[in-house]
């Protein structure tokens, strides 16, 4: 049983965590949405593996590994706020340059 402290501490990280890995795949989508069918195979395997392998870490060293399904919610719950945030600034954005 894991205390409550380490509990709450982990799905704080991974809402964190989500918020990043929405900012890498903003950042990065020039490479991953790439017409190429071998270089986007490449790419997207790299981005996947890597972001994985670094949550399964941070979280190795808050937990000791243990994964919970409230992590993974916390985790897109982070990545859709920031994705709908986002949205949200470049209409507002778009619709200023077009007045």
Same mark, same amino acid.
């Given at each position: 049983?894991?205390?409550?402290? #380490?509990?709450?501490?982990?799905?704080?990280?991974?809402? /964190?965590?989500? #918020?990043?890995?929405?900012? /890498?795949? $903003? @950042?990065?989508?020039?490479?991953?949405? $790439?017409?190429?069918?071998?270089?986007?195979?490449?790419?997207?395997?790299?981005?996947?593996?890597? $972001?994985? *392998? *670094?949550?399964?870490?941070? @979280?190795?060293?808050? $937990?000791?590994? &243990? /994964?919970?399904?409230?992590? &993974?919610?916390? *985790?897109? @719950?982070?990545? @859709?706020?920031?994705?709908?945030?986002?949205?949200? &600034?470049?209409?507002?954005?778009?619709?200023?340059?077009?007045?």
């Amino acid at each position: 049983m894991i205390p409550l402290k #380490i509990q709450i501490i982990s799905v704080f990280i991974s809402y /964190l965590y989500g #918020i990043f890995f929405s900012i /890498l795949l $903003n @950042l990065n989508s020039k490479y991953i949405y $790439n017409t190429k069918k071998i270089k986007k195979i490449l790419f997207n395997f790299i981005f996947v593996f890597d $972001n994985v *392998l *670094l949550y399964f870490i941070i @979280l190795r060293h808050i $937990n000791d590994g &243990i /994964l919970h399904y409230y992590f &993974i919610i916390a *985790l897109f @719950l982070g990545f @859709l706020s920031v994705n709908k945030v986002s949205n949200m &600034i470049f209409c507002k954005i778009k619709s200023l340059k077009n007045k």
